[in-house]
């Protein structure tokens, strides 16, 4: 199971990312008057009650960016919005209801999912009754609190966690009879629904040598050895100052959201074409939401007699070094060639994303880890310790370091420890979400 999302949403300054800071318990996001300060998604990992899940603070709905970013923003929104188990919807008590607070709400109406409506500088209990005129926007029940004045904290974070979902059991097994989810994505005329016709044994997608055939994102369900798959085909992605059209725009979009609900992402690369800023850019949004994926080197029989393999595989991880744990495939998918050898790899990538490690097994490994490359001494002669390790969720594999500095911990000696859990453990190879947090008195 995932680590559930916790999404501020709201309209700009009513104080998102105040609140998402004081909820942290430090200053992460940056916090001024000016409208649209928060451009990126920011997150941060919280537990309470004994449960795990991130915070996630976007930036203002209906903003009107000075750098001409608003559509970017808007689209950090809806990233955050559809991968959200909870919304906290905040409102500002003392400036009141206004119009766009209305548009928000209509926004989040359609959403089947616990919503909590945050109306935040209600710094005392005189200005409650003026919190109550949000009740009339409909949609989360009302919670009055205030950031600055720190009133309500352990409030909110109860009803927080009583909407969360059930955080299943950590020796639970992977139900034997799980259908996985499997995108196909990349750039335009590369081979993708010629891809699922082959594995389908179908004509159930149009397939046209025209690039962009396919805008929307298209289900197939398919078997193989008796196991069910969910196959999503998706829009040819193109970079996004070429977007001519609504429907290009939202083609892209979905498949974003497609990557998103995919268990597994088959990343295609067309055999007879040069890695392109769109395939970069396809993999940086793979890579930020922890997708298991393949390299899928499609239409392979136009160059088996021109290349070997070792060379388009090097000229790969030499494009992509942090995604050097990726497998990567030949195929030919006109006429099925390597297909079902690569479904099978990927039945593999699923397995490992729902693998589990024992705590006493992982503190084993990352103190022999410490041992063998102790981390860098401080600029006060002082070395970071990392006091204990456990596995706090699945897809991905999500591993929480305590220590005692986690900004002592470089990000090169953080990849160093990603390796070493790739390397020893059933991660080989799939993203694993790495968190380094400062252990608290009552831990210790």
């Not at 998402?20 to 318990?25: C, I, K, R, T, V």
């Not at 005692?404 to 790739?422: K, M, Q």
Request: net charge neutral.
């Amino acid at each position: 199971m995932s680590i559930p999302q916790v999404v501020i949403v709201g309209r700009p300054n009513v104080g998102k990312s105040s609140i998402f800071n004081w909820l942290a318990g430090h200053r992460i996001a940056i916090v001024d008057d000016t409208a649209g300060i928060t451009r990126d998604r920011m997150t941060h990992l919280l537990q309470h009650q004994e449960m795990h899940f991130e915070i996630v603070d976007t930036g203002g709905i209906g903003i009107n960016d000075v750098d001409d970013l608003s559509q970017e923003i808007e689209d950090q929104i809806a990233i955050g919005i559809d991968s959200a188990d909870v919304i906290l919807f905040v409102v500002d008590t003392q400036t009141g209801a206004t119009q766009l607070d209305e548009v928000v709400a209509r926004r989040l109406r359609s959403l089947d999912l616990p919503i909590l409506c945050v109306a935040n500088k209600t710094d005392n209990e005189k200005m409650d009754p003026e919190a109550d005129q949000f009740q009339k926007l409909g949609r989360g029940e009302l919670v009055r609190v205030s950031a600055k004045k720190e009133r309500n904290h352990e409030l909110l974070l109860d009803m927080i966690a009583d909407r969360l979902p059930p955080q299943q059991d950590m020796e639970k097994e992977l139900p034997s009879e799980a259908e996985m989810k499997v995108a196909i994505v990349g750039r335009r005329n590369v081979g993708k629904s010629t891809f699922v016709n082959s594995l389908t044994e179908t004509e159930r997608l149009i397939v046209s040598e025209v690039p962009g055939t396919t805008r929307d994102s298209v289900d197939v369900r398919f078997e193989l050895d008796g196991k069910s798959f969910l196959a999503i085909d998706t829009p040819g992605l193109r970079k996004g100052k070429s977007l001519k059209s609504d429907v290009d725009f939202y083609g892209s979009r979905r498949a974003q959201r497609s990557i998103r609900r995919a268990d597994v992402v088959l990343v295609f690369f067309d055999a007879s074409q040069r890695v392109s800023q769109v395939d970069k850019q396809l993999c940086n949004f793979i890579t930020e939401n922890y997708k298991p994926s393949i390299f899928v080197v499609n239409k392979w029989d136009l160059m088996v007699e021109h290349m070997p393999t070792e060379r388009w595989a090097n000229y790969l991880r030499e494009t992509f070094p942090t995604m050097s744990h990726v497998p990567i495939a030949f195929i030919t998918g006109q006429s099925g060639r390597n297909i079902k050898m690569m479904l099978n790899h990927s039945q593999m990538l699923f397995k490992q994303s729902h693998e589990r490690v024992s705590t006493g097994e992982l503190n084993r490994l990352v103190q022999r880890a410490l041992e063998k490359h102790p981390p860098p001494l401080t600029r006060r002669h002082k070395r970071p310790k990392v006091f204990y390790a456990t596995q706090i969720a699945t897809q991905p594999p999500t591993i929480v370091m305590k220590c005692n500095n986690p900004s002592a911990f470089s990000p090169d000696y953080r990849r160093y420890l990603l390796s070493v859990l790739r390397d020893h453990l059933r991660f080989g190879e799939i993203p694993i979400k790495l968190f380094m947090q400062k252990r608290e008195q009552n831990e210790k």
